[in-house]
């Protein structure tokens, strides 16, 4: 089984719908984060997190919420999609080195 | 200024041949570097990382960090087109707690 997952793999939905992803990770690391790719721009980070009690905006985070339901799961938000957040979602967790990030397979998310 | 740059490429090599990626960033007190690979459609899994100034190797692949210059880079030898992917620098500037900042990526084909 895979150690990072993520629901749905791809997912089309329509202007000013709530969508939610869902990312769960069995490595039992306790930092977890969110990107969004798309070309050209490269990963780039939405939030992250530390731990259960500890959430942080990352670099383009209007538009997106997030919830860290418990160690193992954290969620993507949003609340009313727009057709510029078609991207590929990542969610990746991290050692407690900070050494290495282990990534998800993705979402692929389009907003008509 | 981005954090993080990358020649988009496309870079094309002979099988067989060496394979060179560069990347700088901006952070002069930047203290990890990351080398990721991404396969089309796929998540980027970690290659090497490097901590010190000099040469870090692992098998067909060679890191390269000169702090002072502010870049590092990767070497593959006998690329083989299995290699053909797109490359992402990461970096974790110094103060940002554990948030990593991505190279858009240079795509490297390995030509039979």
């Known amino acids: 089984d895979a150690d990072v997952t993520q629901t749905p793999r791809n997912r089309i939905t329509k202007t000013g719908k709530r969508i939610m992803l869902e990312c769960s990770q069995t490595k039992g690391h306790d930092r977890m984060y969110w990107y969004r790719q798309d070309p050209g721009l490269g990963l780039r980070l939405i939030y992250y997190?530390?731990?259960?009690?500890?959430?942080n905006k990352g670099e383009i985070s209007d538009g997106y919420s997030v919830s860290r339901q418990a160690q193992a799961k954290f969620s993507l938000s949003l609340e009313s999609a727009i057709p510029n957040q078609t991207a590929l979602y990542f969610c990746?967790?991290?050692?407690?080195?900070?050494?290495?990030?282990?990534f998800g397979p993705g979402t692929r998310l389009t907003v008509l | 200024q981005k954090e993080v740059e990358q020649n988009s490429g496309p870079l094309s090599v002979p099988e067989g041949a060496i394979a060179s990626l560069n990347c700088t960033y901006s952070d002069r007190g930047s203290q990890s570097f990351f080398w990721y690979r991404q396969y089309s459609g796929k998540s980027p899994e970690l290659i090497m990382f490097?901590?010190?100034?000099g040469d870090k190797e692992d098998g067909r692949f060679t890191a390269q960090l000169n702090k002072a210059s502010q870049y590092v880079s990767l070497l593959i030898r006998d690329s083989q087109p299995s290699d053909s992917a797109t490359y992402l620098c990461?970096?974790?500037?110094?103060?940002?707690?554990?948030?990593?900042?991505f190279g858009t990526g240079t795509s490297l084909t390995v030509i039979p």
């Open positions: 490097i901590y010190s100034n």
């Open positions: 997190s530390f731990d259960v009690k500890d959430i």
């Open positions: 990461a970096v974790n500037p110094q103060n940002t707690g554990n948030q990593f900042y």
């Open positions: 990746a967790t991290s050692d407690p080195d900070k050494s290495t990030q282990y």
